[in-house]
């Protein structure tokens, strides 16, 4: 497995943008987003404007992704973690592999700065994340308007 991290410096094109969503959308499985909203992030995570910024690690075996985690910087720190974990994926021929161990393990030392994610109670992911360390602080609650 080959490992490749983007950020805002590497000018990540519309067609990467478009293979690395298309990845996510089909492999986030039932914990994922319209291309539409995946792109979005991609576009903050891979951007040099302003505040905006982060990171995507990829997994890739022969050209083709394996697996994906992208990364947002907040702009603050302290109260809020300084990075926000929107998305990990890893295609489902590489499932129990360590491939998402490997991908969070290099998230982790490429974030400046503490990172925060959120996970559904039933995502089986859940446990990797507190093996690498991540606690549940809060309950997260949302109004939608």
């Known amino acids: 497995m080959e490992y490749q991290t983007l950020t805002s410096i590497d000018t990540a094109t519309t067609l990467q943008k478009n ?3 298309d990845f996510l959308f089909v ?3 039932q914990y994922g987003d319209a291309k539409e909203d995946i792109m979005k992030c991609l576009d903050y995570s891979l951007s040099s404007f302003g505040h905006q910024g982060g990171f995507v690690v990829l997994a890739r075996e022969s050209g083709k992704i394996k697996g994906a985690v992208v990364v947002n910087q907040t702009g603050m720190s302290g109260y ?3 990075n926000i974990l929107v ?3 890893v295609h489902s021929d590489q499932r129990g592999k360590g491939v998402g161990k490997e991908l969070m393990n290099r998230a982790i030392s490429t974030a400046k700065g503490d990172i925060a994610l959120h996970v559904e109670p039933d995502n089986p992911a859940k446990h990797l994340y507190e093996k690498l ?3 549940n602080k809060y ?3 949302r109004l939608k308007k």
Do not use: Q, R
Request: hydrophobic content about 50%; overall charge negative.
């Open 80 to 82: 809020i973690p300084e």
């Open 27 to 29: 492999h986030l499985d």
């Open 139 to 141: 309950l997260e609650m």
């Open 87 to 89: 998305y990990i994926a």
């Open 133 to 135: 360390g991540f606690t």
């Open 19 to 21: 293979e690395i969503a």
